[in-house]
């Protein structure tokens, strides 16, 4: 190691370059390509528990793991005088033996000459930020698994209450009793349907994607029929077209969940006049899967476009979705690595445009 007096000039400039050095708030330091220090600022001492004379006898390598050692050494020596910034978080020793999470920036430093002089260091502790994560991470898995286990818990009386609640409208002839029942059995089937979509954030959230050959057009048929539509169908014209010339390689799980969610709006939000028009279009290339749902129901406010598909988030005066099925879309998009961009205007309809990876296995 060199005093800072040895690698800088005297001159008003460099004076005030190694003040700024010196008393920087960040762990700051000059290295050489083999990882000897050529300058060490007070800063990094704190963040390594280590006097700039015990860094003396010490490479920058040596305050890491093996495995980090390895892989700095051969950061420093393929440096060049080319701009190029390596930014990492890493966990080195401090002097007692503790753990201590940094963020790293290696930079090389040329002279006039484009001549490679030496190496920029400067570490930031990160130790709090990273407890943080943990803390917050920690949370959200309790989170997720009360999520999961209260939905699990309240599928079994959810369906007991349909049973029931069909049997009821069978048994009884009285009018007025039937329509408390009917609405007893449309708000349990949105309950219903809000603890399978909380399921599916949670299954989203947790699984693996499993890439495999799969058929969109069963996809659409199974949701076309699902009983929830029943009354919705025969007021819809509903235009279905997908090209099955296309291989269409993606995980089954979540393309189903898009499939299903975007047409359960397009089915649910319509207009109360006139008849309503739903169409969906997949198709694509042996790249690219493009899945495209249009309807001419209620529309969405330019001012919600940005809120759509945030958890819970229900827009207008229509309240009758749960807030989660466009937030499940937008999630399993991101799992397939895909995008999505919806267009509408209120009164006129919407279209959602999907685009994901065709992933051959």
């Not at 009360?146 to 409208?169: C, E, K, M, W």
């Not at 002839?173 to 349990?188: G, H, I, L």
């Not at 199974?222 to 009354?231: F, G, I, P, S, V």
Request: net charge negative; hydrophobic share 35%.
């Amino acid at each position: 190691m060199k005093d800072l007096s040895h690698t800088m000039n005297t001159t008003g400039g460099d004076l005030l370059f190694r003040a700024a050095f010196e008393q920087n708030a960040m762990a700051m330091a000059q290295l050489s390509p083999s990882g000897e220090w050529l300058a060490i600022n007070a800063q990094l001492c704190a963040v390594t528990g280590y006097s700039m004379e015990e860094l003396h006898g010490i490479r920058y390598t040596q305050l890491y793991t093996e495995a980090d050692k390895e892989e700095i050494a051969a950061l420093l020596s393929k440096m060049t005088p080319d701009p190029q910034v390596s930014r990492t978080q890493r966990q080195l020793s401090r002097k007692d033996g503790s753990p201590t999470w940094v963020r790293e920036l290696l930079a090389p430093v040329t002279n006039d000459s484009n001549e490679l002089v030496c190496i920029s260091l400067t570490l930031k502790d990160i130790d709090e930020e990273k407890a943080t994560e943990a803390a917050l991470a920690y949370r959200n898995k309790e989170l997720d698994t009360f999520i999961y286990r209260a939905s699990h818990d309240l599928r079994g009386p959810v369906a007991t209450l349909l049973g029931l609640t069909d049997i009821a409208i069978l048994d009884t002839e009285d009018e007025t009793a039937k329509e408390y029942f009917d609405n007893c059995r449309e708000v349990t089937r949105r309950m219903e349907k809000t603890i399978y979509d909380l399921l599916a954030v949670t299954e989203v959230k947790k699984s693996k994607t499993s890439m495999m050959s799969v058929l969109p057009r069963e996809i659409v048929y199974r949701t076309m029929h699902d009983q929830k539509h029943k009354e919705r169908l025969p007021l819809t014209d509903l235009d279905i077209a997908v090209d099955d010339n296309v291989v269409y390689y993606t995980d089954a799980a979540m393309l189903g969940i898009i499939i299903t969610q975007v047409l359960d709006n397009a089915l649910i939000f319509r207009r109360n006049e006139g008849r309503h028009n739903v169409s969906i279009s997949i198709g694509g290339s042996e790249s690219i899967i493009k899945i495209v749902v249009a309807d001419n129901g209620c529309g969405i406010p330019a001012s919600e476009h940005d809120l759509i598909f945030d958890l819970y988030y229900r827009g207008g005066n229509n309240h009758t979705g749960s807030g989660i099925g466009l937030y499940l879309v937008k999630a399993a998009v991101e799992k397939l690595a895909g995008s999505i961009r919806v267009s509408s205007t209120p009164g006129t309809g919407t279209d959602v445009h999907v685009y994901l990876p065709n992933t051959p296995v």
